[in-house]
């Protein structure tokens, strides 16, 4: 009996520029994954986590896919370490010489993966949802796993914390919690950890970039893009 090739839930796969990270603005073939383990509260891929949706599809589908559009892809999600076959999709994606970025929250590992850029965004407290009660309970036991992300940092790595940067007391506590994490993870390199609005307006992010930039040149964070939401609002397959 022969059996079933590997499958993947796919919410959406699209072509565009990166938005995010230390890559925005190279062109990339964008895999999203679907199904989360965590249930953030501004999450803005609704359509990965709170309310997931997509179809199966063939890891040989999904890298036909991508061999006919850029060099760069993106692997995310939801929460796309969730999935058995992710690391199965990341060795065929490079041995057809992608460059491959994996998104995730840094919760999970997986010993099969290979990338050429870990993009890793641990989830602060203000992401924890009000309710109910035993989802927020759950959400905050797992939105932080320092071993995994040490783990995970074994790639080359950035770090994207979303802060909340309408008001400055908010963007305060903020980064007094991701000093407190940084800590934890012995402290690395400022210049790989990007600090990116919470934010979905366009109209909003002029504001939301200058209160962060301030901090940034003070504490020698980066600033982090979101070009997409600049370019094309708040839509999917952007």
């Known amino acids: ?87 199965a999709l990341t060795k065929a994606l490079w041995d057809n010489d992608h460059h491959i970025t994996v998104e995730t929250a840094g919760t999970l590992d997986q010993p099969d993966l290979v990338c050429d850029l870990m993009s890793l965004s641990p989830k602060l407290a203000h992401s924890t949802p009000a309710a109910p009660a035993s989802l927020a309970q759950r959400h905050e036991r797992s939105r932080w796993q320092p071993d995994v992300v040490l783990a995970l940092m074994r790639f080359p790595w950035q770090l994207k914390f979303v802060v909340r940067a309408d008001a400055d007391a908010a963007l305060r506590r903020d980064v007094a919690e991701i000093d407190t994490m940084l800590e934890a993870l012995g402290d690395p390199d400022p210049q790989r950890v990007l600090l990116m609005p919470e934010c979905i307006d366009p109209a909003a992010l002029t504001e939301r970039y200058q209160r962060i930039s301030a901090l940034c040149c003070t504490r020698g964070f980066r600033l982090g893009p979101r070009l997409h939401i600049t370019a094309f609002g708040h839509t999917p397959g952007t």
Not at 19 to 35: D, M, N, Q, W, Y
Not at 55 to 79: M, N
């Open 1 to 87: 009996m022969t059996a079933n090739p590997p499958t993947l839930r796919i919410a959406e796969r699209f072509v565009s520029v990166q938005g995010e990270g230390i890559l925005a603005g190279v062109p990339s073939s964008f895999v999203r994954l679907t199904g989360c383990n965590l249930r953030c509260s501004w999450c803005d891929s609704p359509e990965s986590s709170w309310r997931p949706t997509g179809e199966p599809q063939s890891l040989d589908e999904i890298v036909r896919w991508c061999r006919d559009g850029p060099r760069h892809v993106v692997v995310t999600g939801g929460e796309p370490l969730l999935s058995p076959y992710v690391g």
